[in-house]
């Protein structure tokens, strides 16, 4: 049973061995490769987009959602955009449909070595994932029981290394520990303020 409340989401290892998507087949390597796919595609260009903390924020949305539906039944590619929407909307920073489908598909489109071509606004492509952005993003808000708050490890570091007066170039290196641990289901798993204590120990 995962236990839901303000901000809480946690699983345990046991669980996460057992998700929807291990149950329908998809084996450990494939269901890591996947999660931190759908991870880099939620941040890498979108700097110039969004703000750290709502790439941070729709990470950590599309781990958990992914502990409560199956890879197997949701694209990740779709989920990834839908969670960064959500986010941006989550931290105050809300952007457009349109914003994050151009984005997510101009990063495809570079990704598999497509022509970089306009998307029409117009178009039945355009309407396609207009439609799916909007259907996956109530997916995961159901999912959520539209519960969506979340902590990030990042402010907790920055408080423990202002406490402990640590040099500068180790709070970047602890800074991007707390990044790369995004990738990886630490989010699902423990808290942010213990991802921290792990990231600032390292």
């Known amino acids: 049973m995962i236990y839901t409340a303000i901000d809480n989401f946690y699983i345990t290892e046991e669980q996460i061995k057992m998700s929807p998507s291990r149950k329908d087949g998809i084996d450990e390597a494939t269901e890591v490769a996947l999660r931190i796919y759908g991870c880099e595609i939620s941040s890498k260009k979108l700097v110039e987009y969004c703000s750290s903390s709502v790439m941070a924020t729709g990470q950590i949305l599309f781990h958990r959602f992914y502990c409560k539906k199956s890879l197997a039944k949701f694209d990740v590619k779709i989920v990834a955009a839908s969670c960064v929407w959500l986010a941006s909307k989550l931290e105050e920073n809300p952007k457009k449909a349109r914003q994050i489908i151009i984005v997510f598909y101009r990063m495809e489109c570079r990704r598999e070595n497509l022509p970089l071509g306009h998307l029409d606004l117009f178009s039945n492509k355009y309407s396609e994932l207009k439609v799916e952005l909007s259907r996956t993003e109530r997916h995961v808000l159901k999912e959520m029981g539209f519960v969506c708050h979340v902590e990030h490890p990042h402010k907790f570091i ?15 290196e602890a800074w991007n520990l707390a990044n790369d641990s995004l990738r990886t289901t630490l989010c699902v798993r423990f808290r942010g303020e213990v991802v921290a204590c792990g990231v600032v120990y390292a």
């Open 158 to 172: 920055s408080n423990y290394l202002a406490t402990l007066e640590t040099p500068p170039e180790l709070r970047q």
